[in-house]
């Protein structure tokens, strides 16, 4: 009665929605959703984007890694998703003799395909709503606690049973703040091997400068194969597997794209906050992202500075740099898009029309009336904690001798054998330049003794403000000349007396000042911001289901989808450009001679291959040109969020058109307000991708296994986007 009831209410609430805003649940895809997609050029069905009796869309679209898409396209296993989600797997292979990074990578055969351990893919294989299975029992519940209790069970029972026969890997989600809940049956695949990457001149082209903006001309791609064995079932790396048999894989489309067509998107965006209450928004607006931003520009600083210096330290902090800048540059223009549409002020109206809406009923009042005077106490409490949050994770624990010492003294508190410790730190030691490690310690130091409360400085920075006179300098010099971990070396030197004497080794940690300082911030996260933050937070989830369930009775006419999860989502809209100023307008896409002009710029992001610059000069684009131009990217009105980085883009036909890389960086306030007439997600065009792999890097061998399609005569290419 529960599943029946929810089903209905989440049904009431499914129409009406924003043009091309909304994640949707593939199993949820009721008849209006279809028929709004038909409307707008899907040519397929529901079965066909997800069934669990037949092959379909789902079946080709996978988990990469731990936080991206990929997709199938070829029945042999091949698989695209970003360069940039490749990018820790391509730099694993790279050394300053063999630099794959700068110079791509392309096997010429299966044989010399490049194995990952530690890289899996995961296939949802199934999904179902287990609302009235999780929530049963849950009315005898006399506490909070029994209720989650019973909702914790009930979960633990649910994903037993899926995976009974240990083939698959079961999770329950809650939808709505808990208001529903879905089973999601996945079946993971662990040889996962590199076949082709191009340089990063191509695959990551504008790097920082264009990261999250639109004109965009980056080939951000990498090509993987799944193995399995000779039962097409997953399998530890082994010579003798052989190519994965995909239930689906994509065909590609050679037609190209036009303003206006139909676009969709299937994958896995981690994580929107649409639902926030405003004081929460603001928060995270207005003191939170801003001071993250400050301490990444920092951390940047220091990267780069060693890294022009030295090749080594450049591959060495390549992948680094980059996740620290990904959302260092996003945060920066959701604060502004947040700004723009004066998102704080339109939740405070909302919430005004609740606060009337609640007051016309003496049911809604006891129902929903303690729901803002609470929502405005907790946050108030919250708001103390959070930043002291922000700052262990941009700061404190930025700082990767921390990590390795956390990591050294756990396998010791293991009793793990000395030589085995040494042999599991040398890769931390490998991926760490000690002398920019100095420096970072030092900038995150004084700026955790800057911006936290006194109350929450470990005694540590009050022996540096007495015995150093606040010279942070000359107390990072002392850490680093004395700490056991200052190198593999003396972690060696230290480990030999940690091998006759256990108990003495673990005292002389505790006398040394880097271990004092991480036992003393541990603490403090651990004994007073963790425990205060997850009762507030727990209380925050009870609010916040109510508060959703209410907004699906205060609006029925409205049509919602869950915030995301990084569980399986589709978004529909059009290929469309967009106006982000007065008097400036960009195009829906991007051609290779906006490349070119921007090479001439003589900037470091900017920087091509020769031979690309042969291959415009030539016109030599195979088939893959149009009228003389070489089409790069496009954008469209798809609803995106992280993890969607890698999802294929798909036309009306179910044929794959790009690949998804970006949002535009006016519209990153999507993850918690979407604005249709400024949102755009950023896909390098397929036929870039094909013309790359055959004319640029020469291994058009790999096109024989795609199945390439062409209907129509050849669209013909405007001028780039950067110039309409």
């Known amino acids: 009665m529960k599943r029946q009831f929810l089903a209905i209410l989440i049904l009431i609430a499914s129409f009406n929605a924003k043009a091309d805003e909304g ?6 895809l009721d008849g209006y959703t279809i028929e709004d997609m038909q409307s707008k050029g899907f040519k397929l069905t529901a079965e066909d984007i997800y069934s669990v009796n037949q092959a379909c869309l789902k079946d080709a679209v996978v988990i990469f890694g731990g936080g991206c898409t990929g997709e199938l396209i070829s029945p042999d296993g091949l698989l695209l998703t970003n360069h940039h989600c490749g990018y820790g797997t391509i730099q694993s292979h790279s050394s300053v003799e063999n630099d794959y990074l700068t110079d791509g990578f392309w096997a010429m055969s299966r044989e010399e395909e490049l194995p990952n351990p ?25 506490t909070r606690e029994e209720y989650e209790a019973i909702i914790q069970g009930n979960v633990a029972s ?18 709505f703040y808990g208001n529903q809940y879905f089973l999601f049956v996945y ?33 951000d791609f990498s090509v993987f194969r799944i193995y399995a064995n000779s039962e097409n079932e997953p399998a530890g790396y082994s010579a003798e597997n052989v190519p994965y048999q995909p239930r689906k894989f994509f065909e590609i489309s050679m037609d190209g794209i036009e303003k206006g067509d139909f676009t969709m998107i299937l994958g896995y965006p981690g994580s929107t906050q649409q639902f926030l209450y405003s004081r929460a928004l603001k928060h995270f607006a207005e003191v939170s992202m801003p001071m993250r931003v400050d301490l990444r520009t920092e951390r940047m600083e220091i990267m780069d500075r060693y890294m022009q210096q030295s090749d ?107 030589e085995e410790i040494l042999n599991r730190s040398k890769r931390m030691y490998d991926d760490i330049h000690l002398p920019l490690d100095k420096e970072m310690f030092r900038t995150m130091m004084e700026n955790y003794n800057d911006l936290s409360p006194v109350e929450f400085h470990p005694d540590i920075l009050q022996e540096v403000n007495e015995k150093y006179k606040g010279d942070f300098n000359a107390w990072t010099e002392d850490v680093y000349d004395k700490t056991p971990v200052r190198s593999l070396e003396a972690l060696g030197d230290f480990l030999r007396i940690y091998e006759r004497n256990q108990g003495k080794a673990m005292k002389k940690l505790k006398k040394d000042d880097l271990f004092i300082a991480l036992d003393q911030f541990r603490n403090i996260y651990t004994q007073r911001v963790r425990p205060a933050e997850s009762v507030l937070t727990e209380s925050l989830e009870h609010l916040y289901k109510r508060w959703v369930k209410a907004r699906f009775e205060m609006k029925p006419g409205k049509r919602f989808y869950p915030d995301a999860n990084f569980t399986m989502r589709l978004t529909y809209g059009e290929v469309k450009g967009y106006s982000p100023e007065d008097a400036v307008k960009f195009g829906y896409h991007t051609t290779l001679s906006g490349v070119i002009e921007k090479s001439r710029q ?25 009228d003389g131009t070489m089409p790069v990217c496009f954008t469209a009105s798809n609803h995106t969020s992280g993890g969607n980085s890698g999802s294929p883009v798909i036309d009306a036909e179910g044929r794959l058109i790009g690949i998804n890389f970006d949002r535009n960086w006016h519209g990153t306030m999507s993850d918690e307000m979407y604005d249709p007439g400024m949102c755009r997600n950023i896909a390098v065009d397929i036929r870039y991708i094909l013309f790359i792999i055959d004319r640029f890097a020469g291994a058009g061998y790999l096109l024989d296994e795609m199945v390439l399609v062409e209907e129509e005569a050849p669209t013909v290419v405007e001028a780039d986007a950067g110039m309409n």
């Open 23 to 28: 994640m949707w649940l593939l199993s949820l």
């Open 118 to 142: 530690g890289l899996s893919v995961r296939f949802l294989r199934y999904m179902d709503d287990v609302t009235g299975d999780v929530l049963d029992g849950t009315e005898n519940a006399d």
């Open 158 to 175: 649910i994903a037993a049973v899926a995976n009974a026969e240990g083939k698959y890997e079961s999770t329950v989600r809650p939808m």
């Open 187 to 219: 079946e993971r695949y662990n040889d996962v091997r590199l076949v082709g990457a191009p340089p990063s001149s191509i695959g990551n082209f504008g790097r920082d400068n264009d990261n999250w903006m639109w004109p965009r001309h980056t080939g």
């Open 312 to 418: 080594e330290v450049r591959i060495q902090y390549a992948s680094k740099y980059r996740g620290v800048s990904n959302a260092w540059k996003k945060w920066q223009g959701a604060i502004r898009g947040l700004e723009r549409l004066d998102a704080v002020q339109k939740k405070v109206k909302f919430e005004n029309e609740f606060r009337e809406w609640v007051g016309e009923s003496e049911d809604r009042t006891e129902a929903y009336g303690d729901l803002l005077p609470s929502f405005e106490e907790i946050y108030t409490e919250l708001e103390h904690f959070d930043v002291i949050r922000d700052l262990m994770g941009e700061a404190v624990f930025a700082i990767e001798i921390l990590r390795i010492a956390s990591a050294v003294e756990y396998m010791m508190m293991d009793s793990i054998p000395a």
């Open 602 to 626: 003589d900037q470091p992001d900017y920087v091509i291959p020769e031979k690309l610059r042969e291959l415009y000069e030539d016109k030599d684009y195979g088939d893959y040109g149009v």
